[in-house]
């Protein structure tokens, strides 16, 4: 299928996964905002897509952690289009160490504020866009993390919570955003592999039942949930790990 007709919003994709998305998205024809926490980063991408042939590619610089940033991205944005189709909430500082005294306070804040604080903040800004296309959805890479009785990555606990918070927060907006027409499609893997979707590797990466999850799958579940007719509201995507 081609996306064409899809204006596409894509946090935190100045590298891996969000990059991954913002070069597939535009090959297939997407107009693609993405965003990197430097303009630098974000224009790095977007060149790099340019340089695929693909015009319709703009960069914004959003830090997740700071709420001006996000409503300064959301109204840059709403002075191209006047519309976007899809949200994609990708942006989420990671927090390695199962051990919580090992992180500083700020580091703690940091993790929270990116994943839960600017997740929210983000489809709050965003939303007018969205309310105005004829297929909203709002697409959230949340993580095996963000399920109850989850315990098996070694991510500190403040980014357990970032991503706890995320699915709260996806779960209450799917109910009460569905009388408008807008889905809310989160998807909760666990660690996967994201080779560069410019490499070789790409095509070569196995993906065989014995092996872990591969970033192509994931784009892969995301291009099918958008695609779907409007009935169809897919919820979330769960995982069983290696
Ligand atoms: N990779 C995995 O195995 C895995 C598994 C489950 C879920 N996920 C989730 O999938 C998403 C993408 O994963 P990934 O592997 O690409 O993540 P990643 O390699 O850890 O990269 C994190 C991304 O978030 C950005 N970020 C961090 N803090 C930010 C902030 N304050 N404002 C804006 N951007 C910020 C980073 O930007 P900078 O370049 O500026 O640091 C980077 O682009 C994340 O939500 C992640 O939690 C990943």
Not at 102 to 127: M, P, Q
Not at 166 to 175: D, M, N
Not at 177 to 183: I, T, W
Request: proline fraction near 5%; include cysteine.
């Amino acid at each position: 299928m081609r996306f064409d007709s899809h204006r596409v919003v894509i946090t935190a994709a100045g590298r891996d996964f969000g990059r991954t998305l913002a070069i597939h998205l535009a090959d297939l024809g997407a107009e693609v905002f993405l965003s990197a926490r430097t303009l630098a980063a974000a224009e790095h991408v977007r060149d790099e897509i340019r340089g695929r042939g693909h015009q319709q590619v703009h960069a914004f610089a959003c830090d997740l952690t700071d709420p001006a940033s996000i409503r300064d991205f959301a109204a840059d944005v709403t002075q191209r289009t006047d519309h976007i189709d899809v949200l994609i909430n990708n942006g989420s500082r990671y927090l390695e160490s199962p051990d919580l005294q090992s992180a500083s306070d700020a580091d703690v804040i940091d993790t929270i504020a990116s994943g839960a604080t600017g997740t929210v903040l983000t489809v709050k800004n965003f939303l007018p866009l969205l309310l105005n296309s004829d297929k909203p959805d709002v697409v959230t890479m949340v993580s095996a993390c963000g399920t109850a009785g989850h315990h098996r990555s070694d991510a500190h606990e403040a980014f357990y919570a970032a991503k706890s918070a995320q699915t709260g927060f996806a779960e209450i907006l799917s109910k009460r955003l569905r009388p408008q027409g807008v889905r809310v499609i989160s998807l909760y893997p666990p660690d996967f592999d994201n080779p560069d979707p410019l490499s070789e590797e790409w095509e070569t990466t196995p993906r065989e039942a014995k092996n872990a999850l591969t970033a192509q799958s994931l784009v892969e579940c995301i291009l099918f949930a958008v695609a779907q007719p409007r009935d169809c509201f897919i919820k979330a995507f769960h995982f069983e790990q290696v």
